[in-house]
């Protein structure tokens, strides 16, 4: 079945500092979702993407849908303590019903 | 816009028993996802609902089932829970982005299940 991978797998950075993570797929995907999770709580729709090579921000957020359609990344510029959580990536195909998660990225800010 | 909810948040239950868990879709929305989430697992698909009707199925025994009404209201049901069951039930409501054949998909804030 359809697997992705995220990476890196979690990540400790300082305060003000540039995060990238990626995700990607053995599939061709027609979707991209990126959410966050806090402990406790549902994921939270950060970033919708819906064409390769497409760019979105969301504030100090900005994600982009790879050209090979089997990857997509996720930046946050100048990180504060409120973005620790997990971020999901998720994607869809024409093909499937429903989306398939990677596993998450596990962000710790330290001040 | 009211967001997804479910109810209840938080619910302790006896191996053997049975559960319901409810989610109210965002308005509008006519499609229903239902997950499971453990830390050694992830986000674990269960199934999906459109318009009342299963339209899709994850890999989960038939102890985990569904429904849905026709105001999009969704309901899963576990029976004969057993300890492995304990996690985090998240219900997810979508729309399709008109014009693209794309969707965009919200969870509610999960239903925590814990069984002893």
């Known amino acids: 079945g359809q697997q992705l991978n995220q990476s890196p797998q979690s990540m400790f950075i300082q305060e003000g500092e540039d995060v990238s993570m990626n995700c990607t797929s053995s599939?061709?995907?027609?979707?991209w979702l990126w959410y966050k999770q806090d402990p406790g709580e549902g994921p939270v729709l950060l970033i919708a993407l819906y064409k390769a090579g497409e760019l979105t921000s969301n504030g100090r957020l900005t994600a982009q849908f790879g050209i090979t359609r089997k990857d997509s990344f996720l930046n946050i510029s100048a990180s504060i303590p409120s973005d620790v959580g997990i971020y999901f990536c998720?994607?869809?195909?024409?093909?499937?019903?429903?989306?398939?998660f990677g596993p998450g990225t596990r962000l710790s800010v330290l001040p | 816009k009211a967001g997804v909810t479910q109810t209840p948040r938080y619910l302790i239950k006896t191996r053997g028993q049975q559960v319901t868990l409810s989610c109210s879709p965002i308005?509008?929305?006519?499609?229903v996802s239902w997950y499971q989430q453990t830390p050694g697992q992830g986000l674990q698909f269960l199934f999906e609902y459109f318009s009342e009707t299963q339209r899709n199925k994850g890999n989960f025994p038939g102890r985990f089932s569904g429904r849905q009404f026709s105001n999009s209201r969704s309901e899963m049901n576990v029976s004969t829970l057993e300890l492995g069951d304990s996690a985090l039930y998240l219900c997810?409501?979508?729309?399709?982005?008109?014009?693209?054949?794309?969707?965009?998909?919200?969870f509610g804030p999960g239903t925590r299940l814990t069984v002893t």
């Open positions: 998720a994607g869809r195909d024409n093909y499937g019903q429903n989306f398939v």
């Open positions: 308005s509008g929305h006519r499609s």
């Open positions: 599939s061709i995907f027609n979707t």
């Open positions: 997810a409501s979508s729309r399709q982005i008109s014009g693209t054949g794309t969707y965009e998909q919200y």
